[in-house]
């Protein structure tokens, strides 16, 4: 096994620097705001992430000294250890080069969204680790992509973990409870751009917190200025193209 775990690194560490010389996309660089910029993600701009996102890129923009490549190079090695970790958890070689082949898709460039594929990884070790984790690693996953929680919860109830969803049910509560006491706006605007999905990606980076906060009439106001804001935009850009 020591020698398919050591195939499993140099593969993903080559795939982590294919991916790390590669142009930041757009997506990115909305990713990179709060740790290369200091602006706060729900508060001076929206996304249409969850915060795990943007706390991800922060901590790791302070481990390289804002460096985007570098950024980009941990972030796949992150994964590619997941991987791994599933790797051995599940003591299967195939599923490492599966979830490899299916995570890290840097050899064609099949994509560039890089955060899904966090998800990803979390969701594949939560399904071949014990209960306790299985449940950690499957409220990660969430904090990357709200769409990992429904298929979490599915696989949950299907395994019949009760008493795994009780506990991170009553978990969830509390601490949501505690940021409605604490941080009423931010938890408002962090939903907003977590859950409830913007028509289009102009509109979720234009609609600033107080649309969020504001009566339903003003907010919907709001958002009709962003879009006639990014409609704008869009028109000036095709006259320069």
Sequence with gaps: ML??????????????YRYAVQPIGPDEGIWCLWGFTGARPYLDFQDCKPPGIHLWIWMLSKITGRSVTFTKFLHHMAIGCLIIAATIASGSFGLGLLGTAWLQSAWLLSYQSWMDAMSGALLLLAFVSPPVFCVVLLGLALLFNVKAGPMGLVYLVLSGMWVEILVAGAVAVVVLGLFRLI????LAATWYGSVTIPDDIGETVMVPLAAVTKPRAEAKEARQQ???AQAALDAAQAQIA
Aim: hydrophobic content about 65%; aromatic content about 4%; cysteine-free.
């Design 183 to 186: 941080a009423p706006k931010l």
């Design 226 to 228: 962003a879009r006639t």
């Design 3 to 16: 020698i398919e775990i050591l195939a499993l690194a140099l593969i993903n560490l080559w795939i982590s």
